[in-house]
């Protein structure tokens, strides 16, 4: 049935999050907003998790990611209007996703809030920036200003709702469903629904999800009903421009456009819960923006209603 194709296409980011979180056990809905006495046990575990994600990851990029690149002088490239500004605004859901995880694991063993900020919620530059540097030296790639900017911005998200509202009243969140597109270009959005996750950004979208409660004077809604803006793009069939082509199988000629969207949400974190598995999953789902009815106007000029968009 429909929900059952719609979990699916969450399971894979979920597991991630969940298996993320669980490491070191999920933080209570105070977790980030009290002081509690430092656990140095915690503490460890959060230096070790990083780290090791931090080596395994410079690792990958060097034995794996650039090992049929040709190595170069360091270079510049100037991809800002690529793939219509999606790429950049997955770059600040990365940096943002990691500088949360780093705040929320440090809070979580009763680092003080200044130190969470300053060592944790930088994740997202510390572990994007060498990304960027390394793709500097090789060939096809290049060191992008404009990557290093939203990468920034994923982490100074954090950093500035901590330091103005001592809570993060705006969530950003992710979703992704595997484009028509992908289809029709002979592998170059990916295979499958997996490949196609990392290639085909017509797919991608994301999603600014703040709180009713904090948005409106008066309301008796429920705490955890969201309202969400989202940005996405489609018809892309390449970074700056559609190819023609790809690998000998002809690519119909599609015009690029962009999305923008309105529709409710959930904040998973106002939803009391006493079991720490599920406040592990709770945490995953506050970064997925959930199906929901959804009004969308494009750059074409275009105004749409969708029952369930994802």
Request: hydrophobic fraction near 40%; charged fraction near 15%; aromatic fraction near 18%.
């Amino acid at each position: 049935n429909l929900f059952i194709k719609i979990m699916k296409k969450y399971v894979f980011l979920l597991f991630l999050f969940i298996a993320d979180y669980g490491v070191y056990s999920a933080p209570d809905s105070t977790a980030l907003t009290v002081t509690s006495p430092l656990n140095k046990a915690k503490l460890t575990k959060a230096i070790l998790l990083e780290s090791g994600f931090y080596l395994g990851g410079m690792s990958y990029l060097n034995f794996v990611w650039y090992k049929d690149s040709k190595p170069v002088p360091f270079h510049l490239y100037n991809d800002s209007e690529g793939y219509l500004q999606v790429d950049k605004f997955g770059h600040l859901f990365g940096s943002y996703l990691e500088s949360y995880i780093g705040y929320s694991m440090l809070r979580n063993a009763g680092v003080k809030k200044n130190k969470a900020l300053l060592y944790g919620a930088t994740m997202g530059i510390i572990l994007q920036t060498p990304i960027e540097v390394f793709d500097g030296y090789y060939e096809g790639w290049g060191f992008s200003w404009s990557d290093m900017l939203a990468n920034t911005a994923g982490s100074a998200l954090i950093i500035g709702q901590e330091l103005l509202f001592n809570q993060q009243l705006i969530r950003y969140k992710f979703s992704f469903n595997r484009s028509p597109y992908a289809d029709q270009a002979n592998g170059y959005l990916g295979h499958d629904a997996l490949e196609s996750l990392f290639y085909d950004y017509n797919g991608h979208t994301y999603w600014f999800s703040g709180n009713l409660n904090h948005l409106l004077p008066k309301s008796t809604l429920p705490s955890w009903v969201n309202v969400a803006v989202g940005y996405g793009a489609n018809g892309m069939f390449g970074e700056f421009s559609n190819l023609s082509s790809y690998r000998g199988v002809s690519i119909p000629p599609t015009e690029r456009y962009r999305q923008y969207f309105l529709s409710l949400d959930i904040d998973w974190s106002k939803i009391p819960t006493k079991s720490k598995f599920m406040k592990a999953v709770f945490e995953g789902l506050n970064f997925i923006k959930i199906p929901f009815p959804t009004l969308e106007y494009n750059s074409l000029g275009q105004f749409k209603g969708h029952w369930l968009y994802f």
